[in-house]
Nanobody, 121 residues
Framework: QVQLVESGGGLVQAGGSLRLSCAAS????????MGWFRQAPGKEREFVAA????????YYADSVKGRFTISRDNAKNTVYLQMNSLKPEDTAVYYC??????????????WGQGTQVTVSS
């Protein structure tokens, strides 16, 4: 089992940047593919980005491609989401998640509590 704790959210102006972090407990972090999701008020949760267990493969939603970068440091049990050129429509609660299966499509078994990102216009 793994526990996930997100951090790094906050308020930023449009065009700005934020870096989210997700710290995982447990010694088997490198066994999990990791993903970031978000949920805006009144909307369903949506996929943002994912990264394979080794970091060798990454996947992005079209809405964030070219602006967001997912990465991981298995030595630190942490996955990151670098968000650049933020837009007001990026405002949401961002969640990280861990998937046990190693090959896409990933099935996410563990979720963090979320961190709020607010982008002002």
């Amino acid at each position: 089992q793994v526990q996930l704790v997100e951090s790094g959210g906050g308020l930023v102006q449009a065009g700005g940047s934020l870096r989210l972090s997700c710290a995982a407990s447990g010694r088997t972090f490198s066994s999990y593919a990791m993903g970031w999701f978000r949920q805006a008020p009144g909307k369903e949760r949506e996929f943002v980005a994912a990264i394979s267990w080794s970091g060798g493969s990454t996947y992005y939603a079209d809405s964030v491609k070219g602006r967001f970068t997912i990465s991981r440091d298995n030595a630190k049990n942490t996955v990151y989401l670098q968000m650049n050129s933020l837009k007001p429509e990026d405002t949401a609660v961002y969640y990280c998640a861990a998937a046990v299966n190693l090959v896409p499509p990933y099935e996410y078994d563990y979720w963090g509590q979320g961190t709020q990102v607010t982008v002002s216009s």
